[in-house]
């Protein structure tokens, strides 16, 4: 925390502590105390060595500490120390009673947790409470009684109860064991020793190393207008309940990292007109902090502000609380029930209500998770929140407005994504605008990869064959299918035929007509190894088409559709079972793509209200992608190529762009007859009957 660390038992070994006056009367009292407990003096002053050197007493064997004058000597030590007010002049005692005002601490408990300070930073205190075996609660609090000779046993136990301040701010708590020899009759918060041994200027310094009141936020509920019904919601709920004082009010929100969960935390508290103290993750080292003690920095935040008129109590990254499931001997999942517990009952007595943030729910049980008065998922934006999000953090670089469309285009880009790459781009800003688009498009490469993921959609070739329906072989009229789903954009299309017959492009094209976002899954993005996650995807890939109103499209619709006659495993049913129903439920415009139509479940294909298949191009199709490649190659139209290109049956606009592609490669100069060869070694590479490659593979 605050300054060098000490490990613990460098800190034990200080040799001479401050404020040595008021530690050497507790340890006195607590020598005697542990003399008349085992009525053996003998034994216990000759095995506390550090608190005899403590007190200022040479440390004796056991002969010479049987004999009544070392006793004597102890007890005049005492009537010394005691003989006028022990001097606490010490950084603790004062952070003590500072803290103590802040939360109303009683005497006792500031008293206790001074002590409890004191006996991680002080050698020879805690000897005399090891010698009361076994070292139960309740001799530990007379123990504590008698070293701090001012109040009873009761009091102390009642200070260390479960509800009030002190243990449940987590400050101190009682040892774990209470059967064996304890390192101490006390267990502060960690690092609680270093923070309040240090000087601090005011109050807020000193709450710093635990709780601060969070940056205001950079951005308004203007900039959530795909949330604007939940924050509404939340709003109005976070206000009343902290206007009613009500208890066991707690938020979850939820997503991927970046979506903007923290900075909508903090947009929610700028909105009630509520302060928003942050429990930390780091110390000031820049060091993440642990668990236990995040957890008690948040009890000691609750506690804090359950006396004031206002304010709410952020925990971000809260993955780091929850309790984990760990799998244990064959396979069985292990929980400790003490930890589940625990969490229960953190989120029931909650005075203060409190937003937690986390990247995944995964991890947290059910009987938790259901704690929480409302859960929101923080969603990568929709495409038209998305293109104002790319527009306003990319206006000081000179980037093309087409540029700028592809970016919002790309869904897995999140808003932090976009304000690093801005951030680069600025800073390493070049005149030409080509220079600028690659950095951030570079930028948003490498944390997109990051996460595993791949960045689809913007790199765009300067030079493409012009979309044209009339490049498509379909079982119907492709552009009054168009119109007629824009009249009526809901329903079931399944798209079938070979690969690179333009299924895709055709579902592009018709979002474009719609006006509407595409949201493209595939396989990859679905299937997970883990059973029940790809049915909770499936699921989460509707829900999301239709919270965007975006036009959905599955590619690679086989992966998820096969005939369940032939699974072999359950999950293969009820992926099938799953997507079927996300079909039946779904309110907008479904496509799919696929190239093994004959493999699909036939209850899934009556499903599909429009069926089209996309065949290879036709003579008049083939020529006239021909010429338009000939066009963008510029390469001069060889009429005479117009029956050897016709001779071509297997050929999809797929093929023209990836000989598009080759011919960019700049290896050879572009002419007619250079593409139809290369065009001829598209289509004879297709496994597709009188297609199959020849010699590859073992022939008879």
């Known amino acids: 925390m605050c300054g060098m660390r000490k490990s613990s038992r460098q800190r034990r070994r200080d040799p001479q502590p401050r404020g040595v006056e008021q530690v050497v009367v507790w340890t006195l009292r607590a020598l005697l105390h542990a ?81 409890a300070v004191k006996c991680t930073t002080v050698s020879g205190m805690t000897e005399p409470f090891s010698m009361l075996v076994p070292t139960t609660r309740s001799r530990l609090a007379h123990g504590l009684a008698a070293a701090l000779g001012e109040f009873d046993v009761k009091a102390i136990k009642a200070a260390l109860e479960h509800g009030n301040t002190l243990a449940a701010a987590g400050l101190v708590r009682w040892p774990t064991s209470h059967r064996f020899v304890s390192d101490a009759p006390l267990v502060p918060m960690d690092e609680l020793d270093t923070i309040l041994g240090t000087e601090y200027p005011d109050d807020k310094a000193l709450l710093a190393p635990f709780f601060r009141v969070t940056s205001t936020a950079s951005l308004s509920a203007a900039d959530f207008p795909h949330l604007a019904v939940d924050i509404e919601l939340l709003c109005r709920f976070i206000g009343r309940s902290r206007r009613e004082r009500r208890g066991g009010v707690n938020i979850l929100l939820f997503g991927h990292p970046g979506t903007g969960k923290t900075e909508l935390a903090r947009v929610l508290a700028a909105q009630v007109g509520e302060p928003l103290y942050e429990v930390n993750v780091a110390d000031n080292d820049g060091d993440p ?41 064959f396979g069985l999942k292990m929980r400790s029930a003490h930890e589940k517990g625990f969490t229960n009952r953190l989120l029931e ?14 991890q947290i049980d059910r009987a938790v998770l259901r704690r929480f008065a409302l859960q929101l998922e923080v969603r990568i934006p929709p495409m038209s929140v998305r293109r104002g999000i790319v527009r306003s953090r990319l206006a000081k670089l000179a980037v093309s407005s087409e540029f700028l469309d592809r970016l919002a285009a790309c869904e897995n880009i999140s808003p932090a994504d976009v304000q690093a790459a801005a951030q680069v781009a600025e800073l390493t800003a070049e005149p030409k605008r080509a220079s600028a688009e690659a950095t951030v498009e570079r930028v948003l490469q490498h944390r997109v990869e990051a996460r595993g993921e791949r960045l689809t959609g913007l790199r765009e070739a300067a030079d493409t064959i012009p979309y044209r329906l009339e490049y498509l072989n379909a079982s119907r009229d492709p552009g009054k299918l168009a119109e007629a789903l824009r009249n009526r954009p809901r329903g079931n299309v ?14 592009h094209h018709v979002a474009e007509r719609l006006d509407k976002p595409l949201l493209v899954r595939r396989a990859s993005d679905l299937l997970n190894p883990f059973v029940g996650m790809t049915e ?43 997507l079927l129903v996300g079909m039946e439920q779904f309110d907008g415009l479904f496509l799919c793509s696929t190239n093994l139509m004959d493999q699909l479940d036939q209850a899934a294909f009556r499903r599909f209200v429009v069926k089209v298949r996309l065949d290879y191009l036709r003579v008049d199709q083939a020529w006239a992608m021909f010429e338009a490649l000939c066009g963008e190659a510029k390469a001069t139209v060889d009429p005479s190529l117009r029956s050897e290109v016709g001779r071509l049956r297997l050929l999809t606009p797929g093929d023209f762009a990836t000989v598009h592609r080759q011919l960019a490669l700049g290896a050879e100069p572009a002419s007619s007859s250079r593409i139809v060869a290369l065009l001829e070694d598209e289509c004879r590479m297709k496994r597709d009957g009188e297609g199959a490659p020849n010699g590859i593979g073992f022939r008879a």
């Open 35 to 115: 003399v008349r407990e085992t009525k053996n003096p003998g034994q216990v002053l000759a095995r506390c060595d550090d608190a005899m050197r403590l007190v200022g007493i040479d440390p004796v064997g056991f002969q010479e500490a049987k004999k009544p004058s070392t006793l004597r000597a102890v007890q005049r030590a005492l009537a010394r120390a005691t003989a006028q007010p022990p001097a606490r002049d010490d950084p603790v005692y004062r952070n003590v009673e500072r803290l103590g005002s802040l939360l109303e601490l009683k005497k006792v408990e500031r008293e206790l947790l001074a002590f």
């Open 494 to 507: 399944l798209l079938f035929g070979p690969p690179g017959t333009g299924k895709t492009a055709y579902a």
């Open 289 to 329: 902090l642990e668990s236990k003690h995040r957890l008690a920095s948040y009890l000691l935040c609750q506690r804090f502000l359950t006396r004031l008129s206002g304010g709410l109590v952020l925990f971000d990254e809260a993955e780091d609380l929850f309790p984990t499931e760990s799998l244990g001997f």
């Open 349 to 362: 007595e909650n005075a203060v209500p409190a937003i937690w943030v986390t990247n995944s729910i995964d």
């Open 536 to 578: 909770k995807y499936i699921a989460e890939m509707f829900h999301r088409a239709r919270e965007e109103g975006a036009v959905l499209l599955l590619d690679e619709a086989d992966s998820f559709l096969r005939d369940r006659r032939g699974a072999f495993r359950s999950w293969e049913v009820t992926q099938v079972n799953e």
